[in-house]
């Protein structure tokens, strides 16, 4: 079943020195229980995905394209429809554990800000002000059961706990916690574990891969971490300066790449034996400016003259999608 069908997403934004072509044509879809990983370096669009299927871009932003959840397009609702899908079926949890939470309210009073508030464009003050004060047992009993889910010993301590007082891998399992209170259909994932030791890192992902199988959750992971993506996606998205290049099950994509960018991903990866390190030359493209053609051009060694001319459609090669010239007819 398709939860998501996102349609020649393309995303603007209109600033004082011109238009910034940040996003481009992004197709794919997310099925029940699937997870699917955006990866490229930083800057190539992944996180402004993330946040235009959350509908929380700023008002600059020029948006085109269709976002197909269960056949409706979020692009067309209004900010009270659509509240009543973000943070209740479509929630987020951001990369920094600690700025993500307010500094000044405990670990309880976040979740009943998220319980009372999350699905309602409005909210009486006087009612909220009423359940802030005393808090009803049946909603401190579910606070416990989503805390011991994501696995967090003495819940009854935590709940009382400011941000400041637990440490970063807690924070991040409490921010999960948070994400799935209201059974989400869909997770948005931005770089979750990328404050955390490498240790905490596991136990993280683990955690998710978890909560997937025993929630039927889809997931949809932003990470620069090629390993992360080998972990916990089913399937893997390359995207380089708002273009998508490959796409494919994910274990074959980074056994075999296909896109020269995705091959220099992959052999950027330090070994712990023999060889050095093999980065891309170049950096990432101007966005008022953006190269005609493949944008990865300029820093491709194997670019051909159509490469600077035409951009590539996506080719089928060995079941998966690639965007580029090499793989044409």
């Known amino acids: 079943m398709t939860l998501l069908e996102v349609k020649n997403l393309t995303v603007y934004f209109k600033t004082f020195i011109g238009i910034s072509k940040v996003v481009e044509d992004v197709n794919f879809t997310l099925e029940k229980g699937e997870s699917l990983a955006l990866v490229g370096e930083s800057g190539s669009g ?89 808090v009803p047992s049946e909603l401190k009993k579910t606070m416990l059961e989503y805390l011991e889910k994501v696995k967090i010993p003495d819940p009854e301590r935590v709940l009382k706990s400011y941000p400041m007082q637990l440490s970063g891998g807690m924070l991040q399992r409490i921010l999960i916690a948070l994400a799935i209170v209201s059974n989400p259909s869909i997770l948005l994932a931005d770089e979750p574990t990328t404050a955390l030791d490498v240790v905490t890192q596991k136990e993280i992902l683990e955690l998710l891969k978890e909560l997937q199988k025993d929630l039927g959750l889809s997931i949809i992971y932003v990470t620069h971490d090629l390993g992360v993506a080998r972990a ?75 490469c600077r001319e035409t951009r590539p459609k996506p080719f089928i090669v060995n079941g998966r999608k690639v965007y580029c010239w090499l793989y044409g007819e």
């Open 232 to 306: 916990i996606a089913d399937k893997v998205i390359v995207m380089y300066a708002g273009h998508m290049v490959e796409e494919g099950i994910t274990s074959e994509v980074l056994a075999k790449p296909l896109h020269p960018y995705t091959k220099g991903l992959v052999d950027s990866i330090p070994k712990l034996v023999g060889g050095g390190l093999h980065g891309i030359e170049g950096g990432l493209i101007d966005y008022y400016n953006p190269p005609s053609g493949c944008r990865f051009h300029p820093r491709c060694p194997k670019a051909m003259s159509i």
């Open 46 to 134: 992944k996180t402004t995905v993330l946040k235009t299927i959350l509908g929380v871009l700023p008002p600059n932003a020029i948006v085109k394209g269709e976002l197909l959840f269960k056949n409706t397009n979020l692009l067309s609702m209004g900010n009270d429809e659509l509240s009543k899908i973000r943070g209740m079926e479509i929630t987020y949890i951001p990369q920094e554990p600690l700025s993500a939470l307010n500094p000044f309210y405990t670990i309880e009073e976040h979740f009943l800000d998220r319980l009372i508030l999350s699905g309602k464009p409005k909210a009486g003050i006087l009612s909220y002000i009423k359940l802030r004060r005393k």
